[in-house]
């Protein structure tokens, strides 16, 4: 058998020898008397004629002992790589990869992933043959519930699928094999976003097409009944679901409701298409739930002042007052809404807020809160400037009574001296004194 070199999930496979002996030691492993018999023959038969046979037998693979099996397909991987046109049997093979081997039931499916990697591997990156070993990759990891093996391709899914050159209809194949994959692993997030990619997909008149509205359902079934999915308006922008107006019109006018409507339009569509939703396996206890929490949703994203009584809340939630709280709670769980409440003002005071929609209606509701912004800080700079010119004011102020003071202490002070001056009483002139006698100097003296 070929030797291996693996490393998490094999890349490389080292083989010696030819062809033809390679060949002869593969059918002799897998029992496969065609291509046993052809490679006796005298006349050397061709490598597509070999490959045939060998690729025929192949599923004898999945019987061999569980040590022997990654070698064992390595080679045939090797072997089916030397055709001149290795996609007539890869689709084959990778067949057999993915059936369950006998004698393997706990690491059976762990050998097979790894085999089917293998061919991926060694194909060239831009090989576009790599798309149709990939799909039966994700086939396989979806009959296993193996998700958590594929999300680390997935961000490399989008380069892949480019440098492959894969035409509109394959890349929807794979979109929609990896929402699978996500779903049977309970991942219903990525697996909507990857059927949202299957439908961006489509476009002209193929929007209308019996897939194009399969899928567009899915994904608005799927949008309208998760606990986390609040935001439709990039769902409604999508072609192939705005063309839900002319196939399913109620499905659209649901849409629609739930895009930037409130829970009084949603009653009104249950009273006028009455057991629809229960017809349609929708969840109705779900739907009026989450059409309470964007109600209060658009209640605070059109509240200027950012602080919403509670009576308004009770009217648009039709809720009794005491379960506010609880509803003010999962509002801000579900991030659509940020704030507090006030139980001394009975009021909801708004934080931040998610807009649903972003239309004319919204526009107008910001450039009203732009003009009440600048009104409010027209008037605070106005207030401030005010204070300014007071507080220069009042220092010019201090500075001239300093001033003052200071010349007033000046001019007082010379005053002072000046009648000091005047009241002092001259004296009387000194009487001249008599000249001394000069005294003579003694020896004493000295």
């Known amino acids: ?32 008397e065609d291509a046993k018999q ?17 690729v025929s037998a192949s599923g004898a693979l999945n019987t061999v002992p569980e040590k022997e099996y990654t070698a064992a397909s390595n080679l045939m991987t090797h072997l089916v790589l030397q055709s001149s046109d290795p996609k007539k049997f890869l689709p084959t093979l990778c067949t057999t990869f993915a059936k369950p081997l006998v004698n393997s039931p706990v690491h059976g499916v762990g050998l097979s992933l790894n085999a089917l990697t293998t061919v991926f591997n060694l194909l060239e990156p831009s090989n576009p043959v790599r798309a149709r070993v990939f799909m039966e990759i994700l086939k396989f990891l979806r009959s296993h519930a193996m998700f958590e093996s594929l999300r680390t391709y997935l961000d490399k899914l989008p380069e892949w699928l480019t440098t492959w050159g894969t035409d509109a209809d394959f890349q929807r194949k794979i979109y ?6 996500a779903l049977e692993a309970g991942e219903e997030q990525q697996a909507y976003e990857y059927v949202v990619k ?34 439709f308006q990039d769902l409604r922008g999508i072609p192939s679901v705005q063309a839900l107006s ?22 009104d ?11 349609e396996s929708l969840d109705h206890e779900k739907l009026h739930r989450k059409m309470r929490l964007l109600t ?6 059109s509240t200027p002042s950012r602080e919403i009584e509670y009576s308004k809340i009770t009217k648009a939630l039709q809720i009794p007052e005491d379960e506010i709280e609880m509803w ?14 006030s139980q001394q003002r009975q009021k909801f005071l708004v934080h931040k807020v998610t807009y649903r929609v972003f239309g004319q209606k919204q526009y107008q509701e910001l450039a009203n809160r732009v003009d009440h912004w600048r009104t409010t800080l027209q008037n605070v700079l106005g207030v401030l400037r005010q204070e300014q010119a007071n507080a220069k004011s009042q220092k010019e102020r201090e500075i001239q009574e300093l001033e003052r003071k200071v010349a007033n202490v000046g001019m007082g002070g010379a005053q002072d001296r000046r009648r000091q001056n005047q009241n002092r009483e001259p004296r009387e002139p000194r009487e001249p004194r008599e000249p001394r006698e000069p005294k003579e100097r003694t020896e004493d003296d000295d």
């Open 38 to 54: 052809l490679l006796s023959q005298e006349k050397q038969p061709s490598n597509e004629e070999v490959l045939s046979k060998l």
């Open 246 to 267: 002319d196939s399913h019109p109620v499905y659209s006018q649901l849409l629609d409701i739930f895009a930037e409507q409130d829970l009084e339009d949603y009653n």
């Open 1 to 32: 058998m070929a030797d291996t070199k693996t490393a998490g999930q094999p890349t490389l496979v080292f083989v010696d020898g030819s062809f033809e002996d390679l060949a002869a030691e593969m059918a002799e492993y897998l029992k496969a």
């Open 176 to 181: 929609e094999e990896v929402a699978e994959v």
């Open 198 to 231: 299957a439908l961006r997909t489509f476009d002209g008149d193929a929007i209308s097409s019996e897939d194009a509205q399969r899928l567009s359902l899915r994904a608005v079934k799927k949008a309208l009944t998760s606990s986390n999915h609040f935001l």
């Open 296 to 301: 209060f949703s658009s209640l605070a994203a």
């Open 269 to 279: 569509f249950n009273d006028e298409h009455q057991g629809w939703v229960e017809k």
């Open 328 to 341: 003010a709670i999962d509002v801000i769980r579900a991030g659509l809404v940020e704030g507090k409440l």
